[in-house]
């Protein structure tokens, strides 16, 4: 992103910036690695650059203010370990049965994309040999508890339990410490 604006070479940085920025960070990585307007306009302000805040403010609202469940989604999947993971499955379990019950649709569908999107993301981490292997086998398995949430949601927890228990779980992610 700081590349990109230094390429620009710009006094200020608004709305067309951040939209350039934008737009190079998902040529070259995929739409899941953009940030907010927000998080790119904090990040060049701490390099120094002069935010034109209206419009940049004027950007982030246009963007999200017609994303009716943007709020539950945010920070919704945590993937910084299988704890994380585990607890952030609850809550998406929560939020689709909220959204079940209210026969909400949409929310359903924006749910599902969300955890497939989480899980590809993983799963590329996974296969990624520049990546440390436990890192990597890691992202593999939390790639796997989403794809058994995504086929069958009301098992998880009886699926999670189970696997955890198992000696290969045991050996691959428990400290030896914890290993009785």
Known sequence: MIEVWEKLDCESVGAAEIEAIE???????????????????????????????????DLFVRRFSDRPHEAEFRNLLKTDDLDSLR????????????????????GLRLLREEVVE?????????ADRMVDKSLRESAQEMGEWLTIWLQSPE????????????????TKFQPASDKK
């Open 23 to 57: 737009e190079a960070v998902s040529a070259r990585y995929g739409t899941a690695a953009v940030e907010t307007p927000m998080q790119i306009a904090r990040l060049l302000a701490d390099e120094g650059a002069a935010l034109r805040h209206s419009e940049i403010m």
């Open 87 to 106: 607890r952030s499955i609850r809550n998406i379990e929560n939020l689709r049965s909220k959204f079940e019950r209210s026969s909400d649709k949409e």
């Open 118 to 126: 989480t899980k590809v993301r993983l799963k590329k981490l996974a």
């Open 155 to 170: 098992l998880f927890d009886n699926w999670v339990k189970l696997r955890t228990a198992s000696a290969d779980y045991k």
